[in-house]
C-alpha cells in the first residue's frame, strides 16, 4: 500500500477489498469452474439451494424482528409492510430480485423519512 493511500482515507476500502472481497471470490470463482458438470436437479444441488435459501431467510427474519442500528428507529409494522411491498414488487416484475429488493429499499427510506418528520 502506498502512503498516499494511507494518507488519503482510502485504507479502509483496500483493507476491505484485500481481506473481504478477495479471499470469498477465489472460491467463488472455482465453485464455478467445479460445478460446470453438475446437473442442476442433482440431489446435493437441491439440498445446497434449500440451505441457502434458509440461510437468507434466517438473515431476513432477524433483521425484521431484531434489528440493530438506524432500522431498530423504524417500527415493526414499517418494516413488514417494505418487506410486503418488496415481495408484492418482486412477483409484479416477473419475479425480479432487482425489482423487489429496490421496493422494499425504497419503502423504508421513505418510512424513515416520515418517521423523522423530513416527509410531509
Known amino acids: 500500500m502506498s502512503s498516499e493511500a494511507l494518507q488519503s482515507g482510502l485504507w479502509p476500502y483496500l483493507l476491505v ?11 467463488r470463482v472455482l465453485a464455478v469452474f467445479l460445478a ?7 440431489e446435493i444441488l437441491v439440498w445446497v439451494r434449500a440451505v441457502a435459501t434458509t440461510l437468507v431467510a434466517g438473515v431476513v427474519a ?11 428507529a423504524v417500527p415493526l409494522g414499517w418494516r413488514l409492510g417494505a418487506l410486503a411491498l418488496g415481495i408484492a414488487a ?5 419475479r425480479s430480485v432487482m425489482a423487489g429488493v429496490v421496493a422494499g429499499e425504497a419503502a423504508l427510506v421513505a418510512a424513515t ?3 423523522a418528520g423530513a416527509l410531509p
Do not use: T, Y
Open 113 to 115: 423519512w416520515w418517521i
Open 36 to 42: 460446470r458438470g453438475f446437473d442442476e436437479r442433482s
Open 62 to 72: 432477524k433483521i425484521l424482528f431484531a434489528p440493530a442500528g438506524a432500522l431498530a
Open 17 to 27: 477489498i484485500a481481506f473481504g472481497f478477495l479471499p470469498s471470490e477465489v472460491w
Open 90 to 94: 418482486f412477483f409484479l416484475a416477473r
